[in-house]
């Protein structure tokens, strides 16, 4: 079973500039979320996808957009990037809407300077 | 307003002895905690996990407890080994409008077990 994977790996981008991140989820899995985690702290819920469409928001701003694809792999793309943007981002897959267990790609870090 | 309290950034152990890790919570609606693990340069990975309906779960070394009332859980890991050192965040779930079970996180604890 492949689990979670991300890319790229590792990003550096200039303030204003634009980035997407990718992620194919878990075998199986068809609902997908992307998290924030800023240096010293928890991982923070962006949004969630299940069937191609966003189900659910977090406190981010409407410059972080978001796609699910047939494959129910992923895309989040984040406009206008600020220097407080620069986190690790996290994609966590899981079996459908109705579990709560979320697995977890390796991250992508993102640098904006 | 941090709703996944956990106040100690780091724990130190023995290698053979209990590690316990605590979580606070401060909304009622969560109605299912869960624990990660993550090494450096790896996302988190799912460890167990239990709903609001119980107060015990265990899985092989690892029990988690729930106390409801006090909206406390822990982590007990017996016996502690070297290889359980890394970063253990507390994630609590609950239905939120459309974002279903979306995780709401703790700021993680740093366990070192010391051979």
Redesign the interface.
């Known amino acids: 079973e492949t689990g979670?994977t991300?890319s790229p790996t590792h990003l550096i981008k200039t303030r204003g500039q634009q980035v997407t991140l990718r992620c194919s989820s878990q075998s199986g899995h068809n609902t997908v979320?992307w998290?924030q985690q800023a240096l010293?702290?928890?991982?923070?819920?962006i949004?969630?996808y299940y069937r191609e469409e966003e189900?659910?928001?977090?406190n981010f701003p409407p410059r972080f957009s978001g796609l699910q694809f047939p494959n129910y792999s992923s895309e989040l793309n984040v406009n206008a990037l600020e220097l407080d943007d620069s986190a690790l981002y996290?994609c966590?897959s899981?079996k459908d809407?109705?579990?709560?267990?979320?697995?977890?790609?390796?991250?992508t870090r993102l640098t904006v300077l | 307003d941090q709703q996944v309290k956990q106040n100690s950034p780091s724990l130190s152990v023995q290698e053979g002895r209990i590690s316990i890790l605590n979580c606070d919570y401060t909304n009622s609606m969560f109605d299912y905690f869960l624990w990660y693990k993550k090494y450096p340069a790896e996302g988190p990975t799912f460890l167990i996990s239990i709903s609001s309906i119980k107060d015990k779960n265990e899985d092989g070394r690892f029990t988690v407890f729930l106390n409801k009332s006090a909206k406390h859980l822990s982590l007990h890991i017996v016996p502690s080994q070297p290889g359980d050192s890394a970063v253990y965040f507390c994630a609590a779930s609950a239905r939120s409008g459309g974002s279903n079970y979306k995780l709401t996180f703790g700021k993680g604890t740093l366990l070192t077990v010391n051979p």
């Open positions: 979670v991300q979320s998290y010293g702290q928890g991982p923070q819920f949004f969630q189900n659910g928001r977090g996290l966590a899981r809407s109705g579990r709560h267990e979320q697995f977890f790609g390796p991250g």
